[in-house]
T-cell receptor, first 117, second 111 residues
Framework: SAVISQKPSRDICQRGTSLTIQCQVD?????MFWYRQQPGQSLTLIAT?????????ESGFVIDKFPISRPNLTFSTLTVSNMSPEDSSIYLC??????????????FGEGSWLTVV | TQLLEQSPQFLSIQEGENLTVYCNSS?????LQWYRQEPGEGPVLLVT???GGEVKKLKRLTFQFGDARKDSSLHITAAQTGDTGLYLC???????????WGAGTKLIIKP
């Protein structure tokens, strides 16, 4: 199993500013992902964080708005740039490891709750 | 785009009652996972089902993967207030870590 730590856990941000969320995994993992979630709703994948190369973004998400880094197999950051109130959401880091015959196992951090005012 | 339809989206029942949550798709998944999420926390994996027709039990929770690996259900027997939370299903395609997520079921168990 993997334990994922995210920080900050919660922040209130001013419109137009940027915030970087850090994600630390306690073991090396193959894949890392960043999701966005509105409270009580399902998850929307922002991008796959690729080690040593540019992240792979999903439709509707771009690097200029959500730059992502992944310098090694245990750490990634997501920056929410030039924030607006529409960016208020929970941002979740997840990590995946191939679990053989049991299927892919994906773990989540506790999330970073951002409120943009 | 693969869709995973989850139902119901909201369920409020009395403690002691039984309930079933469904996830259905027209596409085949290599595996399907069920998560539970409480407010202020990230989703926590409950179970992964891999084989068509598979049934897994986790105390009062029974998970089933359809024979064709297109659908799954979560059945809770004698629900308790501690079962309250958001339940999410997510399907994985072959050799792909990316998950297709259901819309979630917000479950409230009333004492």
């Amino acid at each position: 199993s993997a334990v994922i730590s995210q920080k900050p856990s919660r922040d209130i941000c001013q419109r137009g500013t940027s915030l970087t969320i850090q994600c630390q995994v306690d073991s090396q993992v193959t894949m890392m992902f960043w999701y966005r979630q509105q409270p009580g709703q399902s998850l929307t994948l922002i991008a796959t964080a690729n080690q040593g190369s540019e992240a792979t973004y999903e439709s509707g998400f771009v690097i200029d708005k959500f730059p992502i880094s992944r310098p090694n197999l245990t750490f990634s950051t997501l920056t929410v740039s030039n924030m607006s109130p529409e960016d208020s959401s929970i941002y979740l880091c997840s990590a995946a490891d191939l679990d053989g015959s049991s299927g892919n196992t994906i773990y989540f951090g506790e999330g970073s709750w951002l409120t943009v005012v | 785009t693969q869709l995973l339809e989850q139902s119901p989206q909201f369920l409020s029942i009395q403690e002691g009652e039984n309930l079933t949550v469904y996830c259905n798709s027209s596409s085949v998944f290599s595996s399907l996972q069920w998560y539970r999420q409480e407010p202020g926390e990230g989703p926590v994996l409950l179970v992964t089902v891999v084989t068509g027709g598979e049934v897994k039990k986790l105390k009062r929770l029974t998970f089933q993967f359809g024979d064709a690996r297109k659908d799954s259900s979560l059945h809770i027997t004698a629900a308790q207030t501690g079962d309250t939370g958001l339940y999410l299903c997510a399907g994985a395609r072959d050799s792909n870590y990316q998950l297709i997520w259901g819309a979630g079921t917000k479950l409230i168990i009333k004492p």
